[in-house]
C-alpha cells in the first residue's frame, strides 16, 4: 500500500535547543503530524515516522522507551508498511549510536522499514561532524542541520525495489558439518527460488581486516574498485556485493558478535562504499545463538550496515534462532515455519 503524504512525528515534550533545530530542519515544507507522550496513537501502518530521541546523561530516553512500548502491546505488525527515521541529541559525547540501534531494532521486529543511513546523532560538541567538514566549508551545526534535511528527504521519497528475479547474495564463515547457522540457512536456501543465488565462504586468513588507510588513499583505491590489501575482497566480495539486491549475512553469534571474519569483511567495504551507494540494497541476517543475545548480533548489522554503510532494513530483517550443540536447530519444533515466514517476507520485499 502507497504510504500517505504525511510525516508522523513523535517526540517527548521537552527537548533541547540542538534537537529542535534539528527537527525544525528536517520537517519544514511537510504536512507533519506530532505525536506526544502519553497521547493515544494513531494507525501507523503505511506512514513515514521521524523519532527525535533527547538522551538523558545516562544514555536515555524515557519518553521514547515508553512509545516503542505502547507500540509492542499493540502486536507485532501494527508497523507495516511503515518507514522510520531517526534524530538523536546526546548531553554528552556517549550513547548515540548504541540508543539509535536499539531503536531500530525494536521498530523493525515490529514490521518498520529504515532507508538507508537512517540516523542524524549529534553529540553536544558536534564533533561527529568534523569528518564532514574536510569536504564542506560549512559550520558543524550547519551541516549537521543540512544532513537532517537530507534524511527526511530520504525518508520520504523512501521506497522497495520491486523485481522480477532478484540477485540476492551469502556471506558466512561457517562449516557445514557442524554449524547450526548453515542448516538453518540451507532450509532457507531451498525455499528462495525466486531468486538468483550466490554463496561466499570467507575462511580464516583470507581476508585481512581495514589497515586505517588516510581518506585520499581510499579514494584512490576505491575509484579502482580496489583494497589496499586487495585479495578475495575485491576478486569475488566486491563484485557480488555491487551485483546484489539484497545480502543475507549469516551469523552464528560469538560471544554476542560478529565473527571475526565477517566483522573483517564489514570493515574493508568501506572502498567500495566511497563509490558505490548500498541504498538500494536490502540487509538480511540469519543469527545463531547457543544460549541468549542474537538481538545483539543484529544490532551490530544495523549499526554497521545500516546507519554506517547505507543498506535498507526491511520489515522483520532478521531470521533469529537458538541452538545450542551441533546440528540442535533441526530439532526446534517450529523451525520449519519460521523458515517459511522468512522466505516469505524475502520475496514480498524484492519480488515485484
Excluded at 326 to 340: M, Q, T
Aim: aromatic share 10%; hydrophobic share 40%.
Amino acid at each position: 500500500m502507497k504510504h500517505s503524504n504525511y510525516l508522523y512525528i513523535f517526540r517527548p515534550a521537552d527537548i533541547s535547543l540542538p534537537l529542535q533545530q534539528m527537527l525544525t530542519a528536517a520537517t519544514e515544507g511537510y504536512s507533519c503530524i506530532t505525536i506526544y507522550p502519553g497521547a493515544e496513537l494513531p494507525s501507523l501502518k503505511n506512514q513515514r515516522i521521524l523519532i527525535a530521541v533527547e538522551l538523558n546523561t545516562a544514555g536515555y530516553c524515557i519518553p521514547v522507551l515508553e512509545f516503542i512500548s505502547t507500540l509492542h502491546e499493540a502486536g507485532d505488525s501494527c508497523l507495516e508498511g511503515a518507514a522510520a527515521s531517526i534524530l538523536i541529541h546526546s548531553p554528552n559525547e556517549l550513547n548515540t549510536k548504541s540508543a539509535a540501534a536499539d531503536i531500530i531494532f525494536q521498530l523493525n521486529q515490529l514490521g518498520c522499514s529504515f532507508p538507508g543511513h537512517p540516523l542524524v546523532e549529534a553529540t553536544a560538541s558536534l564533533a561527529n561532524f568534523r569528518t564532514w567538514q574536510k569536504t564542506m566549508d560549512m559550520s558543524l551545526l550547519d551541516i549537521c542541520l543540512l544532513i537532517c534535511r537530507k534524511l527526511s528527504e530520504r525518508l520520504m521519497s523512501f521506497t522497495k525495489k520491486n523485481l522480477i528475479r532478484p540477485n540476492i547474495l551469502a556471506l558466512h564463515s561457517s562449516y557445514h558439518n557442524t554449524s547450526n547457522t548453515l542448516y538453518m540457512w540451507n532450509m532457507l536456501k531451498e525455499r528462495l527460488t525466486f531468486a538468483e543465488m550466490a554463496e561466499l565462504h570467507v575462511e580464516n586468513g583470507k581476508v585481512q581486516d581495514c589497515i586505517g588507510c588516510t581518506f585520499k588513499t581510499c579514494i584512490y583505491f576505491s575509484k579502482q574498485s580496489s583494497c589496499f590489501y586487495g585479495g578475495i575482497m575485491v576478486e569475488e566480495i566486491y563484485p557480488a556485493i555491487e551485483k546484489a539486491d539484497a545480502v543475507i549475512w549469516l551469523c552464528p553469534n560469538y560471544n554476542d558478535s560478529v565473527s571475526a571474519n565477517l566483522t573483517a569483511v564489514i570493515n574493508r567495504l568501506t572502498a567500495l562504499y566511497r563509490k558505490t551507494s548500498f541504498n538500494d540494497k536490502a540487509l538480511f541476517g540469519v543469527i545463531v545463538s547457543g544460549n541468549s543475545g542474537s538481538d545483539s548480533v543484529a544490532m551490530q548489522l544495523i549499526d554497521a550496515l545500516c546507519i554506517n554503510k547505507g543498506f535498507y532494513l526491511p520489515p522483520y530483517f532478521a531470521l533469529m534462532a537458538t541452538a545450542n550443540d551441533p546440528l540442535a536447530i533441526k530439532y526446534i519444533h517450529d523451525i520449519s515455519s519460521k523458515v517459511n515466514e522468512y522466505a516469505d517476507s524475502i520475496s514480498k520485499i524484492l519480488v515485484k
